[in-house]
């Protein structure tokens, strides 16, 4: 063994220091105790597992400045691995052999050039920390990509899930702003009505204001009464008479329906009437279902192709269209007055071929001036009024017909096929009309 009096510029890497120690550590406790350096006799008395870590810096320190001590650690070592000691001794370093434990060796045995053993292990020991931590940066770099793609991913589900919620918010925001509509029109309804009773209790004041005029201001305040209870009898007439008129056309088109299905026999029957048809008598902006308990078309599927012709053969059918839905559903990239006049050119054809009575319906609330339409003949074209849509419109027609008489309602709309269904008319889809009129 030879120091050949050189030295480290540098400590011991930590790794190497680390197994000196724990080698000085084994070889002190087989020691006789009156070899073992006086500064180590209490750590020899330590446990075996506890002696290199609680005594780390003494042994460092011991081996350093102990030449005897270091040298009867060098001969552990090279009892230990004789190979590598006579390697290291003829200044040879397998190269197979892991630099943590040629470096210790060479530190202990201190063989010629055992300084620059050590560096070079130095060096081995510092190329490899560094690959090892670029191996550890490029795993870190694929976790960061992972949890990247899986932020992606949530933000991905985060945005669909608001746009559901925008979604659903506008249309309770739209659902709201009718409710607001139908509250307002409400609310103007009931402030008339009470500015009508005010005005009836203040003429009711004044009426007993001047009861002590004079008899010939009383007659005439009578006679003004009288007339006007004259005006109301006859407007009284007047609307039972129209109600009769509609009574009496329900009942017409029940008989026409009724003796139709049982003769085959289209007629009328020129009942005296004001009104030629149950749906002439609901209010619309002109442009100038029934509880039907059985319009089943043998209980064919609401996009059944053979659904219409179905319906379209029962007697007295009265068919109600949804205008704007079937004509933006058909050719939505017109302009409104092009959909429409292509609508009743079509729809033309369609009753004169089944001679059916046909009331195509339109949205007329948004409208600024009367639309000029060119009803054909047998069709009937009517327009909601400002602060009505066309879903409420179709409801009246369809309650306005006698039970049992057959309606078929034509709208893609979900909720008005559900409430016409639930009135007893039998909803049909805009896109089989569309191709009922293309098959025209």
Known sequence: MSSAGEGLSRPLPEQVRLNVVDL???VLGSMPAVAVPAPLRGIAKFDPRKRAKLGGAPIAAQLENDKEFREAVAESVAKGWPELAASLAEGNVPPAADPVLVAAAAYLTRPPGWAEMVETARADLEQSAVAAEGSAQEQTVARLREQLAAQKSAAKDEAERLREQLRAARAENSDLRR???DARERLKAADQRAAEMAQAADEARMAASVAGSAGESELRRLKERLADAERHLEASRRAAREGRS???ARIRVLLDALQDASAGLRRELALPTTIS??????AAVAPGAPNVRGVPARALADDDPQ???????LPQVHLIIDGYNVTKTGYGTLTLADQ???LMTGLGGLAAQTRV???VVFDGAELNAPVQVVAPRGVRVMFSAPGEIADDLIRQLVRAEPQGRAI???SSDREVAESVRRMGARPVSSALLLRRLGRA
């Open 24 to 26: 000085a550590a084994q």
């Open 179 to 181: 409710k607001l509509h």
């Open 246 to 248: 509609i009574e009496d």
């Open 277 to 282: 048809r149950p749906a002439d008598s609901v």
């Open 307 to 313: 659904l219409l012709d179905q319906l379209l053969a």
């Open 340 to 342: 429409r006049n292509r």
């Open 357 to 359: 009575e046909v009331t």
């Open 408 to 410: 078929a309602v034509v």
